[in-house]
């Protein structure tokens, strides 16, 4: 299925600010922002399964993807993909962009959400050294249980129990990506 297929316009979602994340935001806003391109996806495998990662160091779960190293969106998130869930995929469409400011490290983050599909499996582990020091692993959950997981998330970030900065970030906009995605109906099962 053609991309241009699913969303024939790039949707833009939702602006996160250390405010929105931050009771009380320790980080002053920079006078400047350099930008951080980013990608994430959505991908469902044969039994309609969510991939989520998570590793050791904090437990949470996110969706898979990380920065782009190149201008082809498509291109970065089947490589990263590959790297953290362990198998190819098939784009299908996208969820939408969002953007992030995120104060302490004076970043703004375009992030793109993509949906795809699973498809062979990897034989050889490609996360890199990082990924394999903190243990990071993927699972496939079922998405009702995926969507209490970023509700549960979202409700710890809120009470300010997420002691890790850019994580409390991936939280809230992993969760704008899932819920903008559940809420079209054909990708719902109800």
């Known amino acids: 299925m053609d991309i241009l297929l699913y969303k024939s316009t790039m949707s833009y979602l939702s602006t996160i600010t250390d405010e929105d994340v931050f009771s009380n935001p320790l980080f002053k806003k920079p006078e400047y922002f350099n930008p951080r391109v980013t990608v994430k996806a959505i991908v469902k495998n044969k039994e309609g399964e969510i991939a989520l990662v998570t590793n050791d160091v904090h437990g949470i779960y996110s969706l898979p993807g990380g920065g782009a190293e190149s201008k082809n969106l498509e291109k970065e998130i089947k490589r990263e993909c590959a790297e953290e869930i362990g198998c190819l995929i098939e784009l299908v469409g996208r969820v939408g962009q969002t953007h992030e400011f995120r104060n302490r490290e004076a970043k703004q983050y375009t992030t793109t959400c993509f949906v795809a599909e699973a498809k062979n499996k990897l034989e050889k582990d490609t996360r890199t050294t990082d990924e394999q020091s903190v243990g990071l692993r993927v699972e496939w959950i079922e998405t009702g249980a995926a969507i209490s997981i970023f509700s549960t998330q979202k409700e710890a970030v809120r009470n300010g129990d997420v002691k890790f900065y850019n994580t409390a970030f991936n ?15 054909k990708n719902n099962p109800r």
């Not at 939280?171 to 109906?185: K, M, V």
């Open 171 to 185: 939280i809230l906009r992993d969760g704008i990506f899932l819920e903008t995605y559940l809420a079209d109906d």
